[in-house]
């Protein structure tokens, strides 16, 4: 009986952390069963099918079974801090309150679950005078279980409502370490992650959960996107796939796995997924975009066309513009597309986003003096974060390439910028690495060195880049560290022998 119970606990362990649609169902199915099983049982099992509720989405249940819990086990303070963290979820802060009083009569004004519980509620509520406070309740809880994921996360939110993003995502990378496996939890550091390019550290994390009981499906997109950028095409694949198994009738699960499947080479499997998507709805404009692409990038630009001249005729009126748009842009007809673009903006020049594709679209045209208009626009305004991080980015590339020093100055100061506002995203330092190295003296380039290298340490590089930091080894003296970097150059491309070789011949 004893195996029969711990495969049940199994079986809710794995519905819960499935994502799938269907979760709360088959969680309510295997509450039905729980009467088969011995009394002495139950409690664990009514346990164990409350932690399944919360995880699956289904809090009311979660909150249910917990209180039929509470009836023997009244003074059970884990049961208390479990029903705050539903009352917080659902956004009842009075009733969080009184569990958090119930919880101090219980372990006394000094307890750690009452100064977690108040930091958790001070985060909930989001009150920035009250932050500062909630931060020191977590740092005392802190120096006494100094390796609680529970602690860990509430710092990482903390951080993050203050706008310290890097010390929050540190925060979040040992909640996992120390045991976090929350399925909204994950999602938003893998997001975080990506955001800065910080795809090494996304990819621990992935390995991790595919390790120890495989990705949800709600972070399957994200993770999939990671894998992708870490090369890791079995993993995207499967994903992808998974994600349109479970959900046949979304255009956009389906063209998420075109994108993988293209990426992996099979154009033709690529193209049948995005056919699939049309069929499915013919007013989405991002399926005639991605089948136009693919088709383009297939040296099938009749057909392409042929499918251009359909697209106003099932995208409704507001978005068919920019989808025509993206479509010439696509087929090579860049006049075209740069009339719809300026048409989008001068109906709404509030549209920061369409301005960004414009830049982007003018930047692969090598049009720098138009992009470099927009990219000022957009630095001078209040555009969202991503877009204004982007920019600055773009805009500093140009500069340090006009040449001249005070062109170089404030490409510097427009990075450092970034960097004042993300301190360790890779890109940004990358790109500062890449400027210091433009300079010929040895203080400068040694700088750069540093910046390549602690990133190639944390994070990884490129073959390029690490070919970079390998060359700049090489012209500072740093001969032994230069031919370690030469080793690590040809086990990354083995193609790229004769370069690493070249590098320390100079």
């Not at 940004?428 to 540093?450: C, E, G, P, S």
């Amino acid at each position: 009986m004893g195996r029969r119970v711990e495969l049940f606990r199994a079986s809710i362990q794995l519905v819960a952390a499935s994502g799938d649609q269907d979760s709360i169902q088959e969680m309510g199915k295997l509450e039905a069963a729980r009467g088969k099983y011995p009394e002495s049982a139950q409690p664990s099992l009514l346990s164990e099918l409350a932690v399944g509720y919360e995880h699956v989405g289904d809090l009311d249940a979660s909150r249910r079974l917990l209180l039929e819990l509470r009836r023997d086990r009244p003074n059970d303070v884990q049961l208390l801090m479990m029903l705050f963290s539903i009352a917080i979820r659902q956004g009842d802060f009075d009733r969080g309150g009184e569990l958090i009083a119930e919880i101090q009569n219980i372990e006394g004004a000094g307890g750690i679950n009452r100064r977690l519980a108040e930091a958790d509620l001070i985060v909930a509520k989001d009150d920035p005078l009250q932050l500062p406070a909630a931060r020191m309740l977590a740092l005392e809880v802190r120096e006494t279980a100094p390796h609680s994921p529970v602690v860990a996360t509430i710092l990482g939110r903390i951080e993050r409502l203050l706008g310290n993003d890097d010390d929050s995502i540190e925060y979040f990378l040992e909640a996992v370490e120390f045991g976090q496996r929350g399925t909204g939890f994950i999602f938003e550091l893998i997001n975080s992650l990506a955001i800065q390019s910080r795809y090494a550290d996304a990819e621990r994390v992935l390995r991790i959960l595919d390790h120890e009981s495989g990705l949800p499906l709600s972070i399957g997109e994200i993770a999939a996107d990671v894998s992708l950028q870490t090369r890791n095409y079995p993993r995207a694949l499967r994903l992808a796939t998974r994600a349109v198994n479970d959900d046949p009738a979304s255009t956009q699960k389906r063209l998420w796995l075109a994108r993988v499947q293209a990426a992996t080479g099979d154009a033709q499997a690529a193209e049948l997924t995005i056919r699939d998507a049309v069929a499915l709805d013919e007013q989405d404009p991002a399926v005639w975009v991605t089948l136009v692409a693919l088709l383009a990038r297939n040296a099938r630009l009749e057909e392409a066309m042929q499918v251009i001249e359909t697209v106003e005729e099932h995208v409704p009126a507001e978005l068919a513009a920019l989808a025509l748009a993206q479509c010439y842009e696509e087929i090579g007809n860049f006049e075209a597309a740069e009339q719809r673009y300026h048409a989008i903006l001068e109906s709404d020049p509030s549209r920061d986003d369409i301005a960004w594709k414009l830049v982007q679209f003018n930047l692969r045209r090598g049009e720098i003096v138009a992009a470099t208009e927009l990219l000022e626009r957009l630095i001078g305004r209040d555009a969202p974060k991503r877009i204004r991080l982007e920019a600055r980015r773009e805009l500093s590339t140009i500069l340090a390439l006009r040449g001249p020093y005070q062109d170089y100055q404030r490409a510097l100061l427009l990075i450092d910028e970034n960097l004042a506002e993300s301190p360790k995203n890779v890109r940004d330092l990358i790109a500062k690495a890449l400027l210091l190295k433009t300079r010929r003296d040895r203080v400068n380039r040694r700088q750069a060195m540093h910046i390549l290298e602690s990133v190639y340490i944390q994070s990884g590089l490129s073959t390029r880049d690490a070919f970079d930091l390998a060359r700049l080894r090489a012209e500072l003296g740093e001969w032994e560290d230069a031919v370690t970097m030469r080793g690590s150059l040809d086990m990354m491309n083995p193609q790229l022998h004769f370069l690493s070789s070249w590098l320390l011949t100079r």
